[in-house]
């Protein structure tokens, strides 16, 4: 099926139209890879650090990802509205992105940085002030989040109405984010995998002198064992305080580079208006839904690699290569989606991009053990499905603002996107828990050489079995999706015709523009 190409709408005089220049593109790309500085590295490694290096019980931080993530989801909608009702001599969402860069990547540090008095160790058995440091610090870093995410998200469709354009926003945004998460993974792993080659040699050699009696040696070994939380600290430390850095950098090159010119008939939009924008729009409550289910199981994957890669394939080495497969693919895939977008529509990539995630779930479910070739092939499969059906997701979403707008009168970017990333929250909230909940309740030993036959099945069922069915459920609701990219521009068209009978608008930064 051939998506319809776009018609230009009466009012495109005032460049929400025009082909984006490619350094708004790279600039909206920088964007997703300073957010995902935060985001990837708190959804692939807190879990291991919480309990690996802050010795945490899985089960207990399975509820506060749960606990804390709901509460994330609550600060997007929080956010959302504050981005409406603002305006500035910079627009709506810049400012956010500009001056939230620097706390957000501050906080980071903090969540990875406990202080070693807390840790839960054999001197101290109390977990209450650890899990109440967790719980806090990461509470704060999701609300920063929200306030810089939500005003980066509203952008894309501010920036342009043009469903080509929106593609290579959303293109640009997920190659950002790809490129982040291999990043960090390239960065943190292999360190992780050398002090875990390091602290199983100890312990191993510890057990000898136990045996011998060597109360010397024992005493020794004991201390080098003892050492793995703290140098593990201090990888963590050192990543999240360059990242400070990194990812400022980047957010304000977002700054700098993206700008808002798409006209409103107001600057600021009521709570009634917001309301009334948002319970007549079909389209994005069937997004929403479907999203709801797939990225559940999305979500899973992140905290469960690190156990996969060293329990399934046998090295946390790995990682790297996995986060290759499975994320690096977008770097590849990406830049053809908005040319994919234009053959075959939104909805139809959404659909098959499913049926990848199945496909590659199911094989990596069933994987036997050390088995890494076939790992790596399906992991590209599952990642494939992942960076296609991610896209769409985005591109849809900026679709049902013109959408609510239309059924409406009053333009909601932030509400609309907030309602769509509380969505996602709630299911990186229920994701992530299912993950370690699976884990911890299958009996999973931090830092063990081995594990229980129950925590092998419980990893590969977050890595696969649990995206498989969850993308079944998302490909059956969205079936009912109505916004297809042909009637998304009648739509439009409609809007862009009210606006133009007006006698003024506001694009950009505030410019009130005259029609007549």
């Known amino acids: 099926m051939t998506a319809s190409a776009p018609t230009a709408p009466p009012n495109a005089s005032h460049g929400a139209l025009e082909t984006l220049k490619p350094t708004s593109l790279f600039g909206y790309g920088l964007g997703d890879f300073g957010c995902n500085l935060a985001f990837s590295l708190s959804t692939s490694f807190l879990l291991f650090y919480y309990t690996d290096v802050a010795g945490i019980s899985a089960a207990a ?11 994330d989801a609550f600060t997007d909608l929080f956010a959302g509205r504050l981005v409406d009702r603002t305006m500035t001599r910079w ?21 990875f940085g406990m202080p070693q008095s807390l840790w839960i160790n054999e001197s101290n058995s109390n977990a209450g002030p650890a899990l109440l440091y967790a ?3 990461y509470a704060v870093l999701g609300l920063l989040y929200s306030m810089v995410n939500i005003p980066y998200g509203s952008l894309a469709s501010a920036m342009t109405q043009s469903v080509n354009e929106r593609a290579k926003l959303v293109a640009a945004r997920f ?44 005493t020794e070994l004991k201390a080098q064992v003892a050492q793995f939380q703290p140098d593990m600290q201090a990888v963590f430390t050192q990543t999240t305080l360059w990242f400070v850095v990194l990812g400022s950098l980047c957010f304000f090159g977002t700054f700098y580079f993206c700008r808002e010119k798409v006209a409103r008939a107001t600057p600021r939009v009521t709570i009634a208006e917001t309301w009334e924008t948002l319970r007549h729009n079909k389209p994005l409550g069937i997004l929403c839904l479907a999203s709801l289910f797939y990225l559940i199981g999305l979500f899973a994957v992140p905290a469960a690699s690190v156990y996969y890669a060293r329990y399934i394939l046998g090295d ?13 693919v977008s770097l590849l895939a990406t830049p053809f989606i908005p040319w994919i977008i234009r053959k075959i529509g939104k909805k139809n990539l959404f659909q098959y991009s499913g049926l990848l995630t199945l496909v590659g779930g199911l094989v990596l479910f069933f ?8 790992a790596m092939i399906f992991l590209a ?11 769409a997701m985005f591109g849809l979403e900026a679709d049902t603002v013109e959408y609510g707008e239309w059924k409406s009168g009053k333009r909601s970017e932030g509400a609309t996107y907030s309602i769509f990333s ?24 931090a830092n063990a050489p081995t594990q229980s036959d129950a925590a092998m099945t419980a990893i590969r069922a977050s890595i696969g079995l649990v995206p498989a069915g969850c993308a079944l459920i998302a490909m059956l609701i969205f079936w009912k999706y109505p916004l297809t990219d042909s009637r998304f521009a009648e739509i439009r068209n409609e809007v862009e015709a009210r606006k133009a009978s007006l006698d003024h608008v506001i694009v950009g930064e505030g410019k009130v523009v005259d029609n007549h």
């Open 175 to 218: 190659f950002g984010s790809a490129l982040a998460g291999v990043f960090l993974t390239w960065i943190i792993a292999p360190r992780i995998s050398e002090l875990q080659g390091k602290s199983a040699g100890f312990q191993k050699a510890l057990k000898a002198a136990q045996e011998a009696k060597d109360t010397a040696k024992i």
């Open 422 to 445: 509380f969505t996602r929250k709630v299911t990186q909230a229920l994701g992530g828990a299912a993950g370690a909940w699976l884990i911890g309740l299958a009996g999973y030993v």
């Open 381 to 391: 499969v599952k990642g494939a499905g992942a960076s296609f059906i991610n896209t």
């Open 135 to 137: 719980y806090l610090t």
């Open 367 to 374: 994987l036997p053990a050390g088995g890494v070739i076939l």
């Open 316 to 328: 946390t080495g790995l990682t790297v290569q996995m986060s290759i497969m499975n994320a690096g």
């Open 91 to 111: 627009g709506k969402f810049r400012p956010f992105i500009l001056f939230g860069a620097v706390p957000l990547l501050f906080l980071s540090v903090l969540t």
């Open 61 to 71: 931080i399975g509820t506060m990802f749960l606990v804390v993530r709901l509460w």
